[in-house]
């Protein structure tokens, strides 16, 4: 199976860091899913460390485990359910160990997946974590806990997250909850509720106090952050004319402005939505990075229309064009769905020619996977057998790497300022960081920090990744 392939359905699990004191209860959460679970895994540490919970890494001596959860696809549950595997056998030898199922699959199955999975203590939706300290108090009074329900208010903008990324240098800020777009394929707004933005002043706040705690970068989170508005409703009236309005693009701005070393990343961005003022947004702060992942999921009209997208090809093509003409180096990516309901092969080889127009930098690619409730899965039938899915995917995946191989060869001998993240999984003794294209570059270490920005010139690369040497 491709890197691309396998990565997207792992999700990514994430450890607390670890603390020695031994009297109070211990807590291991591990994340799976988009960065906005991360990033609410954050908030849940944040709510719990006030309870006095400190956190450890082993979940062999853990009080309460909590595996915040991802429903995107039927693989992405079948990995938390292995996992609880595992905790449920733990459980058996600790009979005290609270374990908690936190997230859009908590969301989704409800009080249900109490009697899925035995053993299983507490089930917690997104937008019930301010709950969590009462729903533990009556877990360890002998009851079983549910709170599943999704608020229209609701953004935590109050709570200063605990932050759970190692490197202590980039970070990701939740900027808007939930969707209202309805796709049919996408089980998100059943799990997260309706759309909510955040205030902007506690969005810049955050960002300020990660400047001052060493950090660089910043990735403003929401499921369509084009729709992020504050103090205007859906039809574009003022609710409080006392207060500023903002739209995404002045949202992006205001933290542009909270530090020049402060890169600010933002993601997704909806086709149907994004606008020229976020890319000339862009374009005014060299801060504010030149990359935007855009998915398109379909290169066919007709998937399109029945994916209920609200674009087509043509607006998409219009929107890459636009990009390039206010923003020439941007870096792009996208995210393709193959074997969605009646996709013929024609509507296939409409995808294959998209990635001929378009040479994405990076492609997040998966094979359809029908999700409960959603509209696909109540109007259409999931039709595409399994190995025609997964060949139409491979062979995305085959012409998405020729393309960012092709891409990535382009940069060689070019310098660009990268700003060091850490080391490399398989290198220790190389820095690996991005561009402001997100281009992700390896170099050595030559004495340097993490956090630094530094320039590198590009020496030889591969499909995923540009390697290079310090110049400055
Ligand atoms: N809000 C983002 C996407 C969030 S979900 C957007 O609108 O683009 C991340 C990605 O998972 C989607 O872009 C889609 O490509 C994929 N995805 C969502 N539902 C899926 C399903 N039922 N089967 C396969 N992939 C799916
Ligand atoms: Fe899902 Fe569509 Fe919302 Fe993205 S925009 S989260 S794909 S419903
Ligand atoms: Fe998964 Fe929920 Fe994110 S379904 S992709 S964790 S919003």
């Known amino acids: 199976m491709s890197k691309e392939i396998d990565e997207s359905l792992q999700g990514t699990a994430t450890l607390l860091a670890s603390s020695d004191n031994e009297d109070t209860k211990k807590l291991y959460l591990e994340s799976y899913g988009c960065a906005m679970n991360f990033s609410d ?13 400190t956190t450890t890494r082993d979940f062999e001596e853990a009080d309460v485990v909590f595996v915040n959860t991802c429903s995107i696809r039927d693989k992405a549950e079948q990995t938390v359910r292995q996992r609880l595997h595992i905790f449920k056998k733990q459980k058996r030898q600790k009979p005290g160990l609270v374990i908690g199922v936190l997230g859009c699959m908590a969301e989704r199955l409800k009080d249900s997946l109490l009697e899925e999975e035995k053993l299983v203590d507490l089930v917690v939706g997104p937008d019930a974590y301010r709950d969590l300290p009462n729903l533990l108090e009556n877990v360890q009074g002998g009851q079983r806990a549910v709170n599943v329900l999704l608020s229209r208010e609701e953004t935590y903008a109050d709570i200063s997250p605990i932050r759970l990324s190692e490197n202590g240098v980039t970070a990701f800020i939740s900027i808007t909850r939930g969707c209202d777009n309805m796709c049919s394929f996408c089980v998100v707004p059943f799990t997260r509720g309706r759309e909510r933005s955040r205030n902007p002043l506690s969005i810049v706040a955050e960002a300020r106090e990660l400047v001052e705690n060493g950090y660089k970068e910043v990735t403003l989170l929401g499921q369509n952050v ?36 402060l ?35 379909s290169g066919s009209n007709e998937m399109l229309k029945k994916m209920n997208r609200n674009h087509t090809v043509e607006w998409y093509l219009n929107r890459i064009q636009r990009i390039f003409e206010i923003i020439p180096d941007c870096g792009i990516s996208t995210d393709i769905i193959t074997g969605f309901c009646d996709e013929t092969e024609e509507n296939h080889q409409d995808t294959i020619k998209l990635f001929e127009q378009v040479k994405f930098n990076l492609a997040y690619m998966y094979f359809y996977s029908e999700r409960p409730k959603t509209l696909a899965e109540r109007k259409f039938e999931d039709n595409v057998p399994i190995d025609v899915k997964k060949r139409r995917l491979n062979e995305v ?5 020729n393309n960012a191989l092709e891409q990535n060869k382009k940069q060689v001998g070019k310098v660009f300022e990268v700003l060091i993240e850490g080391e490399p999984k398989k290198n220790k003794e190389q820095f690996s960081g991005r561009t402001s294209e997100n281009f992700y570059v390896v170099f050595p270490k030559e004495g340097l920090s993490k956090g630094e920005y530094i320039n590198v010139k590009i020496t030889d690369c591969s499909s995923a990744t540009l390697i290079g040497e310090i110049v400055s």
């Not at 600010?264 to 990359?291: Q, W």
């Not at 995946?397 to 790497?401: K, M, Q």
Request: aromatic fraction near 8%.
């Open 263 to 297: 890169r600010v990343r933002f993601s997704t961005s909806h086709p149907k939505d994004m606008t020229d003022e976020v890319l000339h947004m862009m374009a005014k702060y060299k801060n504010i990075c030149n990359y935007i992942h855009l998915p398109i999921q």
């Open 397 to 401: 995946v085959t012409i998405h790497r």
């Open 226 to 261: 084009d729709s992020y508005r504050w103090n205007i409703n859906k039809k574009g009236e003022i609710e409080n004319p006392a207060i500023p309005t903002t739209s995404f693009a002045e949202l992006l701005e205001m933290v542009a402005k909270v530090s020049p070393e």
């Open 41 to 53: 895994s954050e908030v849940v540490a944040s709510i719990l460390k006030k309870e006095g919970y």
